[in-house]
């Protein structure tokens, strides 16, 4: 048992196992074979999984500067992502005003169709993606983004307003649901909790950052002038997408599979290789008596694409799948337990951030806080700065984890080492909503639920967020892209609900019984990671045994 982590008996390699440095080799030494031929990272002491091909068009091997960049691009498309959701937040009260309708209905129109747009927009969004690339799809909701921001600022009724904000929803979909995939292409194991990081913070840092903005502009001018601003950020996430995210489908081929389930790594080696039979016999020796070692495989000939080909708009790709079944292979995917166990948190954790946001003008526009349009935008500060620290320790702390952890299960990588992180998101995100509800109810100065409630809820968030979209990337690497389309769909279904009902929820019971029973729903389904990191390994190998995620 390593580390807690239950062994499997039925597989010899369990998918997502793999080895992380030079003491993990043993795991896969096979008779015969030296697996000197594994390629590592500069430093010579980590080996990379997956292993990249040998081609330079492969984005495992894109240089350092292009992959900082891809990151980069999609930070600040998430980010503009992240915004524009909650961006009427700070002002639903007055702008239900101006409307003549009521707050509850205000809020299920704008907000709650953009939720229920962008649980579609994921699920149709990634059919596409896994069939004609990833690239395709970012750039044609990019534009769509930018339209319906324009559309917004011009919309003359409440119903052309609700239009623009579902179709905005649906082209929301794809830089939520479809980063966490893109990371997997082109980052290895030990470098994607950092990268995963800052997907977070650029959603979670949009979001908290959309109300002290746009609470500011809605005062002083209108909400249409912060549609406007909106519309210019996604232009520009336009142009840093064409320029800098290419298409990262790749169809990868002579390389050593690490996470692949195949009971014989030996006969992988050697059909990847092309190692000559006479290479096998574990005691030949050459004639000066040393072991022979295993030819080096032919460096590609593969010629770089032109920067012209990777700008193109679609880059040919084809991906020969039903679209229909592709639609389906999300739902088959919350059949895994990694994925089930990683919808119940993130659906759950995400859907807090999505409550607050829609009640943060209900609470602090009311007495004893009695803030204006503004203020109630500036107590989002709290939560930026808490993701923005959640992000600077999240990335070092989870894939340092994980480097010590392997090491000390012998050199081998489990994905159930990401989960620790979980510890975090329990601690500080159920402190949060336990401080804010009680300091509601004892009419504490607004630092209290601002700084603690806030703060501890989103550091919290940004840490667990992190720790999840890494173990499922780590669980289901090729399916990634459904496994997030699965977890979108649901997560923003259950957030559509809350639009219905936590508003006059918490006109009726206040917020600190709201606020308590959030808190304990985060212990209780916090608690699950307990038994999916001890039967984590299990529950992956049953998965590969059963054809649920496909042998790929």
């Known amino acids: 048992m390593g580390l807690g982590v239950l062994e499997d008996n039925q597989l010899e390699h369990v998918p997502g196992t793999a080895p992380l440095n030079e003491l993990g080799r043993d795991v896969y030494n096979v008779s015969g074979v030296d697996l000197t031929i594994l390629k590592h990272d500069p430093t010579g002491q980590i080996v990379l999984v997956p292993q990249p091909s040998d081609s330079p068009n492969d984005p495992y091997n894109w240089p350092r500067w292009k992959k900082e960049r891809f990151t980069i691009a999609f930070a600040f498309s998430c980010g503009a992502v992240g915004a524009v959701g909650p961006l009427l937040s700070p002002a ?13 209905t205000f809020i299920q129109g704008v907000q709650g169709g953009v939720i229920v747009a962008i649980a579609f927009g994921s699920l149709i969004c990634n059919a596409l993606a896994v069939k004609y690339g990833k690239r395709p799809v970012y750039l044609i909701t990019t534009v769509g983004l930018m339209v319906t921001c324009f559309w917004c600022a011009a919309a003359k009724s409440f119903s052309s307003l609700v239009a623009a904000r579902v179709i905005q ?35 979670l840092g949009g979001i908290n950052l959309a109300a002290p903005i746009t609470g500011g502009i809605i005062q002083a001018s209108s909400y249409k002038v912060a549609f406007y601003a909106m519309g210019g950020a996604f232009g520009l996430a336009l142009i840093m997408i064409f320029f800098w995210m290419p298409e990262t489908a790749y169809v990868r081929t002579g390389v050593v599979n690490l996470v692949t389930g195949s009971n014989n790594v030996m006969t992988e080696l050697t059909m990847t290789h092309k190692i000559d039979a006479s290479h096998l016999e574990k005691e030949e020796k050459t004639a000066s ?11 590609s000939d593969e010629k770089p694409h032109s920067f012209a080909k990777e700008m193109l708009p679609y880059s040919g790709y084809v991906n020969h799948v039903s679209f229909i079944n592709t639609m389906a292979r999300p739902f088959v995917m919350l059949a895994s337990p990694a994925v089930l166990w990683a919808t119940l948190l993130f659906t759950t954790c ?13 609470i602090f526009s009311a007495p004893p806080y009695n803030f204006s349009v503004t203020a109630v935008g500036l107590t989002n500060l709290s939560s930026f700065v808490a993701s923005l620290l959640g992000t600077v320790m999240a990335g070092p ?3 340092g984890v994980v480097r010590r952890m392997s090491l000390r299960n012998g050199g081998t990588f489990e994905p159930e080492f990401r989960l620790p992180i979980m510890v975090t998101y329990l601690l500080f995100t159920a402190t949060g909503f336990f401080a804010w509800g009680q300091a509601s109810y004892a009419l504490d100065p607004w630092e209290v639920p601002v700084i603690v409630g806030l703060g501890f809820v989103n550091f919290g968030v940004q840490l667990g967020t992190t720790g999840i979209v890494s173990y499922v990337v780590d669980c289901h690497r090729e399916k990634a892209g459904e496994a997030f389309a699965a977890m979108n769909f649901i997560k923003n279904l ?22 308590f029973t959030i808190g ?21 190998s049953w998965v590969y045994r059963h054809g649920i995620a496909g042998k790929d």
């Not at 995400?350 to 209900?362: D, E, R």
């Not at 389904?525 to 299990?538: A, C, D, E, Q």
Request: hydrophobic residues 45%; glycine residues 10%.
């Open 494 to 515: 259950f957030a559509f609900g809350l639009t219905n009902y936590l508003n006059n929820w918490l006109a009726t019971q206040g917020t600190r019984n709201v606020f």
């Open 520 to 540: 304990g729903i985060t212990i209780g389904v916090g608690l699950f990671t307990i038994p999916m990191y001890i039967y984590g390994k299990r529950a992956r």
């Open 350 to 362: 995400n859907s807090w951030l999505v409550g607050i946001s829609i009640t943060l003008s209900q």
């Open 92 to 104: 639903f009260v007055d702008l239900a005003a101006e409307f003549n309708i009521t707050l509850s």
């Open 169 to 203: 929803g649906f082209c929301m979909g794809p830089l939520e649901a479809l980063i966490p995939a893109s990371i997997a292409d082109v980052w290895f194991v030990h470098e994607r909790g950092y990268r995963s990081a800052i997907f977070n913070l650029g959603v």
């Open 397 to 399: 702390l989870i894939d």
């Open 289 to 299: 008596g040393q072991p022979t070692q295993p030819p080096t495989p032919p460096a």
